[in-house]
């Protein structure tokens, strides 16, 4: 049961798809309304474990920090901080009786569960507009499942966006390109997509090609899909400011971009330099900047990733103005402490910063809004252009799109990947525990940079990263400029295992795929926290670095340096496998409790629930190598179980058509082998 309490005049995010009645504000339940409605206050009880807010820091119970909603680019995704790309205002009260309550508000938000006040939630606005939305009912599955049906369908993207990606910045050329795929095709490292950074762009003009480091584009981008490589290129969210430009002179002529008061473009610095911000809020500019990518489609590309979409600012040209002013007065002066601070605020607080924020404008149907007031909402809508463009000229075929910054509605038009991580251990536990929070507020295909994206990973981080990446849709090895290069060929040591565990990816395809298509079209999630499935386990509402995947698997990554195993915690029965390719693993019956896994650098460890069974395949280099009609099946099957095993061409769009899909019960009983010999031809061409 969902119902919709609305405050003052909420600006129309379009988060939601179904429109409500809104009841009055004033029989809001479960909270306590100050501040003519910019404070919400909601008592906690001791162990009531609070979940949501997708893209965040720290664990899955939310509870004991403050968070803001306030997209922000910054690479330093640390305990202390408050708030990454992305703002995903739903959270889960897993009370006795749990409730979901989204706060549908394009502006800052803060969070506060239990930071100030330990068992207190205390939500709070800059303005006293918005819809708050309570959901409740049968337990915490069945209210995430209200919500996403509330918010729409999450994004599906093609089956060969399952496979896995190799990534980074700085690969330069068509030749460097050519490299990376050779390596991988040699050493029989299984690859679908090479992702282009920044580097293949003019001038990091969007919507255009390096002629001198790319000449051939087009025939290269076939060249590419020979080899069964999708390239996908990175956009920018900022124009460059260039005479002769076409992006550039079109959106001034027509006013597309974002404007300060006296109704001049808004000039901030990013990559290219001097740049204006398209002005996503508004339609027309969504349609005009989403035909731009027809330029790269028309040339065979068929994924993207949108960057820089909070929008990140360098500096602004006023900022910047006003920065070298101030430098010039401390200039000779004795910089004492509060000085030398205020000489070093000067230029670091020129990035990202909030006045700038303040100093632009949206023109939404006719109406100026200021951005700082919808600022979450910036990303969304620059993925949405490009999404209802791709919704016209390519109305039944699947495009890969996924985004950096990002507000709940944008779920419906693209992944996101969480932005720049480091190779460090934590940041992989951190993933873990992101990964399910992201499922309830509908952003399925994510994942993180695997090996971590700053600073330099090591060969031991890349392959437990890798043993848990195996798992989530989207699949990458992302790296930044300047740091130790990361792709699985440059560990001669480790690449015999990473060869193998990407390998593993391909033979967990079919279930993989299938789990996904089910999230979506029935809004389940993918990744669950234990509390979700043991209600009752007191000690399973406590495990933060364990996943259950589907109804099927129970996922134990490890996430520590110099271990050869972990600790793992079993709320029932389950059957340990341990793989290390996909003809090569042993299983293990476990009994519900505490137990030690080993788990060897080359291995990915996991557990099947009783009674249950999961199809594989026999693996490929590529998705299109793998056969999802010719299947084994991995079970645990006590007295019997059966899997619901869905499959489609993983190209159209048409979801609810039965010639485009197939959905069969695979059922086995006891007498099938643990060890997954059992062969499966399945009839139905798909
Ligand atoms: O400020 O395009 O998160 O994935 O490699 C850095 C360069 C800009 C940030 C993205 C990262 C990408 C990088 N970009």
């Not at 749990?98 to 939630?121: C, Q, W």
């Not at 349609?287 to 820089?308: H, P, S, T, V």
């Not at 990002?406 to 480091?422: E, K, L, Q």
């Not at 390998?503 to 999630?525: F, H, W």
Request: proline share 4%; net charge negative.
């Amino acid at each position: 049961m969902i119902k919709l309490y609305r405050f003052g005049r909420p600006f129309a995010t379009e988060a939601v798809v179904e429109a409500l009645a809104p009841q009055p504000a004033e029989t809001l339940p479960y909270f306590s309304v100050q501040n003519d409605g910019c404070g919400f206050s909601c008592e906690l009880g001791k162990e009531t474990a609070v979940y949501g807010l997708g893209e965040a820091i720290r664990g899955m119970n939310k509870r004991g920090w403050i968070y803001k909603s306030n997209c922000a680019d910054d690479p330093s995704h640390t305990e202390g901080k408050h708030s990454l790309y992305g703002a995903h205002n739903f959270l889960l009260i897993a009370r006795e009786k749990p409730f979901g309550v989204f706060f549908d508000y394009p502006g800052e938000l803060i969070f506060d569960i239990g930071y100030t006040e330990m068992n207190t939630l205390q939500v709070s606005t800059k303005e006293a507009n918005l819809d708050v939305y309570i959901i409740d009912g049968d337990g915490l599955e069945d209210i995430v499942r209200q919500f996403r049906r509330l918010i729409g369908r999450s994004y599906i993207a093609p089956k060969w966006a399952f496979g896995y990606g190799q990534s980074r910045w700085s690969y330069y050329s068509e030749d460097e390109v050519r490299e990376v795929v050779r390596q991988h095709r040699e050493n029989h490292i299984p690859l679908d997509m090479v992702y282009l950074d920044i580097d293949y762009m003019e001038r990091y003009k969007d919507f255009t090609v390096n002629k001198k480091t790319f000449p051939q584009f087009q025939e290269f981008v076939q060249e590419m899909r020979q080899q069964n490589i999708h390239l996908v290129p990175i956009i920018d969210a900022g124009v460059k400011i260039e005479k002769d430009y076409s992006v550039y002179e079109e959106g001034v002529q027509n006013g597309y971009f974002c404007k300060k008061a006296d109704g001049s473009p808004f000039v901030g610095a990013v990559w290219p330099g001097k740049s204006h911000f398209p002005d996503f809020l508004n339609q027309k500019v969504r349609e005009w900047f989403g035909k731009k990518y027809a330029f790269l489609l028309r040339q065979g590309i068929d994924g993207f990733w949108n960057d820089m979409n909070e929008p990140a600012v360098f500096y602004s040209e006023d900022g910047l103005k006003n920065t070298f002013s101030e430098l010039k007065k401390l200039e000779g002066q004795n910089l004492d402490m509060d000085k030398v601070n205020h000489f070093r605020g000067l230029v670091n607080d020129l990035s990202n910063n909030p006045e700038d924020y303040k100093s632009f404008y949206h023109n939404c149907d006719g109406k100026m809004v200021r951005h700082d007031k919808v600022h979450n909402l910036y990303g969304y809508n620059m993925t949405r252009a490009a999404g209802e463009v791709f919704e016209k000229l390519e109305p039944d075929k699947r495009i890969l799109m996924f985004s950096r910054s990002s507000y709940i509605g944008m779920h419906r038009f693209g992944g996101i990947w969480t932005g720049d991580n480091c190779s460090w251990w934590r940041h992989l536990l951190l993933e873990i525990q992101m990964m399910p929070s992201l499922n309830m507020c509908g952003f399925l295909y994510a994942g993180a940079d695997i090996g971590g994206f700053g600073d330099d990973t090591t060969a031991d981080l890349l392959l437990r990263w890798t043993a848990f990446g195996i798992f989530t849709p989207l699949m990458r090895n992302h790296s930044a400029l300047g740091t130790r290069k990361q792709e699985a060929y440059r560990f001669p040591e480790a690449m015999p295992a990473l060869k193998k565990l990407i390998g593993i990816r391909y033979a967990l395809l079919p279930y993989l795929y299938s789990e996904y298509m089910k999230a979506a079209l029935r809004g389940n999630l993918y990744f669950r926290p234990l509390a979700f499935v043991y209600p009752q386990d007191k000690q399973a509402a406590e495990v933060e670095d364990q996943l259950m995947l589907g109804d099927e698997l129970m996922l134990v990554p490890v996430y520590t340096q110099n271990a050869s195993g972990r600790t793992v915690y079993l709320p029932e029965d389950m059957k340990l496998v341990q793989m290390r390719s996909v003809s090569d693993f042993t299983v293990e019956t476990m009994e519900k409790g505490y137990h030690y896994v080993p788990a060897a650098l080359d291995e990915v460890v996991f557990f099947i629930r009783s009674d249950r069974l999961i199809p594989l395949s026999y693996g490929g280099e590529c998705v299109s190598q793998v056969d999802f009609n010719h299947l084994r099946l991995l079970g645990n099957v006590q007295t019997a179980a059966t899997y619901q095993y869905y499959n489609d061409d993983g190209s159209s769009k048409d979801y609810e058509n039965p010639a485009h899909f197939a959905e069969i019960t695979m059922s086995a009983d006891s007498r099938v082998s643990a060890k997954g010999d059992m062969c499966l031809q399945l009839e139905s061409a798909l």
